[in-house]
């Protein structure tokens, strides 16, 4: 787990995102209703949502990449709107469907990528970062899933950008593959890149993210940090055990104390014992009304 990441009164006035009253339809029904939204500079931001939320929306509009209806959006100080090129190239983008070099190497198709850029890293550094190296002669269409994956990172990075947007990246990621994906992107805040994520993985919200926000029907129902989200840290911790009288579970204030209550009455062990605590599933499903 990354150290808990605090932000001061000073890195909240500089937001590389901030959205106000944003709205978006499609032949009349909302998409985005509304929405507000802020992420500051040098943060991992957890997008959250149910299918059809609006996160797509939203984050195209971010890009520049959708029209809006109404609302305020200053991305790195600019309306995506109206932005142009030098605006473009301070953003990176890492979309689900991937830009087609499928008939090029990655090395080619890094450098190829390359030229787009006014200051672009090192191809072979950023094929490294993403540890393609042992790849980098294979061309992307015979690459697997989770390499490719890696492939549109490197592209996305290339040209250093200042806001990174990453949707669902680690789709059909191994395990393995996952943990040195969610590695390379807290190494990329750690260089001060601010980052996007849209999810809808709570393990990988939970391991990057500083803070996650939670959109449904259009509109943000809750902003916090992974461990304060819906108010979780204020949840009450659940102790259960099984004896020859059957189940237990108590809902506790002070877990510590009922459980050396119980192990003295139990003199030792207590059988079968578990404590836990709403997981950030368990809140955001709360969030987003699911049954
Ligand atoms: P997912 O998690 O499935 O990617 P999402 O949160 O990204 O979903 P959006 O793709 O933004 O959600 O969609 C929000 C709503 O807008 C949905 O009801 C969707 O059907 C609708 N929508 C999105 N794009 C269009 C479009 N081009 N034309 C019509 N309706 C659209």
């Known amino acids: 787990m990354t150290p808990q990441r605090t ?20 032949r009349g029904r909302p998409a985005v209703d509304g ?4 992420v500051y500079r040098g943060e991992i931001f957890a997008l959250l949502g149910p299918n ?13 990449h959708r029209p809006r209806d109404a609302g305020e959006v200053a991305v790195l100080g600019r309306d995506p709107a109206g ?23 990655v090395r080619e198709s890094v450098r190829h ?18 540890g393609l190296t042992d790849r980098r002669n294979t061309r992307a269409g015979a690459l697997s899933g989770g390499e490719r994956r ?21 789709t059909g990621f191994d395990p393995k593959a996952r943990r040195r994906f969610w590695s390379l992107i807290a190494g990329l805040r750690e260089a001060g890149t601010t980052i996007l994520l849209t999810t809808h993985y709570l393990d ?19 902003v916090d940090t992974p461990e304060r989200l819906g108010g979780r840290h204020l949840a009450r911790a659940v102790l259960r055990w099984r004896d020859a009288e059957g189940a237990h579970e108590l809902a506790s204030a002070e877990p510590t104390a009922d459980v050396a209550r119980l192990a ?22 709360d969030l987003i009304g699911a049954d």
């Open 113 to 130: 990528f390359a030229h787009y850029y006014p200051k672009p890293r090192d191809p072979d550094e950023v094929i490294e970062a993403v």
């Open 264 to 285: 003295a009455r139990f003199g030792g062990e207590i059988p079968h014992l578990t404590v836990t605590r709403p997981s950030l599933e368990d809140v955001y499903l």
């Open 204 to 222: 990988e919200a939970e391991r990057l993210a500083d803070r996650v926000g939670v959109i449904r029907s259009g509109r943000v129902v809750d």
């Open 52 to 64: 059809g939320a609006g996160k797509t929306t939203t984050t195209e509009i971010l890009e520049g």
């Open 7 to 26: 932000h001061s009164a000073r890195t909240r006035v500089e937001s590389a995102i901030a959205v106000r009253g944003l709205r978006r339809s499609y």
């Open 83 to 105: 932005a142009g090129p030098a605006w473009r190239a301070r953003i990176g983008i890492v979309l689900q469907e991937s830009a087609d070099v499928a008939g090029l190497t």
């Open 35 to 38: 929405l507000d939204l802020d």
């Open 150 to 170: 890696r492939l549109d990172v490197a592209l996305g990075i290339l040209g250093r950008p200042e806001l990174l947007f990453l949707d669902e990246p680690t």
